[in-house]
């Protein structure tokens, strides 16, 4: 039954709406959206505007979307602005702002305070990167305190773990000719590596490829010369976890068997890589540790400026002791995926091949005066 003379209350009023990696910027129109609400106020109705003020996705917090089937999977930008009225570095300077703000005042009992500035920003240059680390050389693969072993691959969960990265290891026969490799059930995205372990020139992992889960596509492992068992490597990233709908118990990792040419590989190894920010690693987590204490020194290698294989990066910059400490953003126009830090702080994910997101918001409260760290 409906009561007719209650005014209406809207929970949830879009003023814009989300965008997820490979899609175009979400846009809703100024004019369209204070039209509407100024429907639900003629009626003496009241709205939750959702949202007012756009947001970041900091760390590991990025949620995301699926549509009819599991499979179809859409994990959230770092960027949460969300075409809102106050945008995500929190300027009001806009034509949803100003139009939702006539609206508003329309029907508001009291007059409305002033219009806010624009957050200052600015610029603080270029900032060189050095490679200080491949991933991979943070494992020992025979011999490890902190690992899990099992016939089939373990969930994230399994190993006590919630966000970041897992690494998957086994091995396959060296047997000649390219093999297909097959995972039914993965969350989210893995990137494949191949390596002989008697390969005595020290060659690094090869990259193969990527899996998704969005397109859950079969790879083809290259013929790998080798006089013993070839090493797979498959490091899985969890890209957010689904906040609606009947998928919602989302599991990460690899949640199925692994095929290699129909046939079902066995005994894996599983090495947490959870990236808390690096002032709150567990003391377990000896991969960040290692990481961190590399800040300063120098990777030299051939492979250097050719591998696609993960490694740690860092830089810094500078702000003058007699300078007022302003938001600002990262530009990642080149880079390929990947997580950023600032003065330890998980800024998010960055990943401009896939767009449309290419900058990371970095608020003020982040930086010091003085020498900045950058860590990814």
Same mark, same amino acid.
């Given at each position: 039954?409906?009561?007719?003379?209650?005014?209406?209350?809207? #929970?949830?009023?879009?003023?814009?709406?989300?965008?997820? /990696?490979?899609?175009?910027?979400? !846009?809703?129109?100024?004019?369209?959206?204070?039209?509407?609400?100024?429907?639900?106020?003629?009626?003496?109705?009241?709205?939750?505007?959702? @949202?007012? =003020?756009?947001?970041?996705?900091?760390?590991?917090?990025?949620?995301?979307?699926? *549509?009819?089937?599991?499979?179809?999977?859409?994990?959230?930008?770092?960027?949460?602005?969300?075409?809102?009225?106050?945008?995500?570095?929190?300027?009001?300077?806009?034509?949803?702002?100003?139009?939702?703000?006539?609206?508003?005042?329309?029907?508001?009992?009291?007059?409305?305070?002033?219009?806010?500035?624009?957050?200052?920003?600015?610029?603080?240059?270029?900032?060189?990167?050095?490679?200080?680390?491949?991933?991979?050389?943070?494992?020992?693969?025979?011999?490890?305190?902190?690992?899990?072993?099992?016939?089939?691959? @373990?969930? @994230?969960?399994?190993?006590?773990?919630?966000?970041?990265?897992?690494?998957?290891?086994?091995?396959?026969?060296?047997?000649?000719?390219?093999?297909?490799?097959?995972?039914?059930?993965?969350?989210?995205?893995?990137?494949?590596?191949?390596?002989?372990?008697?390969?005595?020139? &020290?060659?690094?992992?090869?990259?193969?490829?990527?899996?998704?889960?969005?397109?859950?596509?079969?790879?083809?492992?290259?013929?790998?010369?080798?006089?013993?068992?070839?090493?797979?490597?498959?490091?899985?990233?969890?890209?957010?976890?689904?906040?609606?709908?009947?998928?919602?118990?989302? &599991?990460? &990792?690899?949640?199925? #068997?692994?095929?290699?040419?129909?046939?079902?590989?066995?005994? /894996? !190894?599983?090495?947490?890589?959870?990236? =808390?920010?690096?002032?709150?690693?567990?003391?377990?987590?000896?991969?960040?540790?290692?990481?961190?204490?590399?800040? *300063?020194?120098?990777?030299? #290698?051939?492979?250097?400026?050719?591998?696609?294989?993960?490694?740690?990066?860092? *830089?810094?910059?500078?702000?003058? !002791?007699?300078?007022?400490?302003?938001?600002?953003?990262?530009?990642?126009?080149?880079?390929?995926?990947?997580?950023?830090?600032?003065?330890?702080?998980?800024?998010?994910?960055?990943?401009?091949?896939?767009?449309?997101?290419?900058?990371?918001?970095?608020?003020?409260?982040?930086?010091?005066?003085?020498?900045?760290?950058?860590? /990814?």
């Amino acid at each position: 039954m409906v009561n007719t003379k209650s005014s209406c209350h809207i #929970s949830e009023f879009y003023t814009g709406w989300l965008t997820h /990696w490979g899609e175009k910027i979400a !846009k809703t129109d100024a004019d369209f959206t204070a039209a509407s609400l100024e429907k639900i106020l003629q009626k003496n109705g009241s709205a939750v505007l959702y @949202m007012a =003020h756009g947001g970041t996705n900091f760390g590991f917090y990025s949620g995301a979307n699926t *549509g009819s089937a599991e499979a179809d999977y859409q994990p959230d930008l770092t960027s949460y602005d969300y075409d809102a009225p106050i945008r995500e570095d929190g300027d009001v300077d806009n034509s949803k702002y100003n139009a939702i703000r006539k609206v508003i005042a329309r029907y508001s009992s009291v007059p409305l305070p002033s219009v806010p500035s624009n957050i200052q920003k600015t610029a603080y240059g270029p900032i060189h990167l050095q490679r200080k680390t491949f991933l991979f050389d943070e494992f020992n693969f025979t011999s490890s305190t902190n690992v899990f072993e099992s016939e089939q691959p @373990m969930s @994230m969960e399994s190993v006590g773990q919630l966000f970041g990265f897992l690494l998957y290891v086994t091995q396959y026969k060296a047997n000649g000719g390219i093999k297909t490799l097959l995972i039914p059930k993965l969350h989210d995205r893995a990137q494949v590596f191949i390596s002989c372990p008697s390969d005595v020139t &020290g060659a690094r992992p090869s990259y193969v490829g990527a899996i998704e889960r969005w397109s859950n596509n079969k790879l083809n492992l290259p013929n790998l010369k080798c006089h013993s068992n070839i090493n797979l490597l498959i490091l899985v990233e969890n890209m957010g976890r689904v906040n609606y709908g009947p998928y919602i118990f989302d &599991g990460k &990792g690899i949640l199925s #068997s692994v095929y290699l040419d129909g046939e079902i590989l066995h005994r /894996w !190894k599983m090495f947490p890589i959870p990236l =808390h920010n690096l002032n709150e690693v567990p003391t377990h987590n000896g991969i960040m540790q290692v990481a961190y204490s590399a800040r *300063g020194k120098r990777l030299t #290698s051939k492979y250097e400026n050719t591998s696609r294989e993960p490694a740690f990066y860092s *830089g810094h910059f500078s702000i003058d !002791k007699s300078s007022e400490v302003k938001d600002t953003y990262i530009s990642f126009n080149n880079w390929g995926k990947g997580i950023a830090f600032v003065n330890d702080f998980d800024i998010g994910r960055y990943w401009p091949l896939r767009g449309p997101q290419c900058n990371l918001y970095v608020p003020a409260p982040v930086l010091k005066q003085g020498n900045n760290y950058l860590f /990814w």
